[in-house]
């Protein structure tokens, strides 16, 4: 196992005032959102967050910054087989209205001839836990469209600090 990054645990009136002092922060540094099921134009949320970081192997990250080339270059391959993808989602475009809408923009820009831009980007944020039993990276989400939360991590690194 690691150590945690502070000693563990702490005092129960610590921990409560870095709690608060931790939500005063991403309030102020723009780490919140709206919910999407109760919307309240004047509400925020807080982005989920951890209190402390969580220790991980430099030589782990690192096989997962490796990975994540190979993976983009996977997503790229699927996203331009047609016939593998009509395969892959036929059930669950009839279930799952979301995918079913992707689906008919997809299948309505393929039949006017397919994508014409020069360019194409893809945003995407692979998600990993560490395991303790393993000793090594376990890869639990590869997300295309939840990548909006990745200009919120750099703020959480500045909160750790």
Sequence with gaps: TMDPCIPLPIPDEQ?????????????????CMRQKDKFDRDALHFAPFVLFPTPFPRD??????????ILN???????????????CLKHTIKVDEFTGRLWNVY??????????QELEVG?????????????GIKQVEFNT?????GCVTSKLVQAHK
Excluded: W
């Excluded at 299948?107 to 014409?116: A, D, K, L, Y």
């Design 60 to 69: 782990e990250y690192n096989k997962a910054v490796e990975l994540q080339t």
């Design 145 to 149: 469209i939840a990548s909006s939360f």
């Design 123 to 135: 945003l995407f944020r692979s998600d990993y836990f560490y395991c303790c039993g393993s000793r």
């Design 15 to 31: 921990l409560e005032d870095l709690t608060e002092k931790a939500k005063d922060y991403a309030l102020m540094h723009g780490i």
């Design 73 to 87: 270059e996977l997503m790229h391959k699927v996203a331009h087989d047609y016939d593998f993808l009509r395969e």
């Design 107 to 116: 299948e309505t820009i393929m039949s006017e001839g397919g994508p014409t």
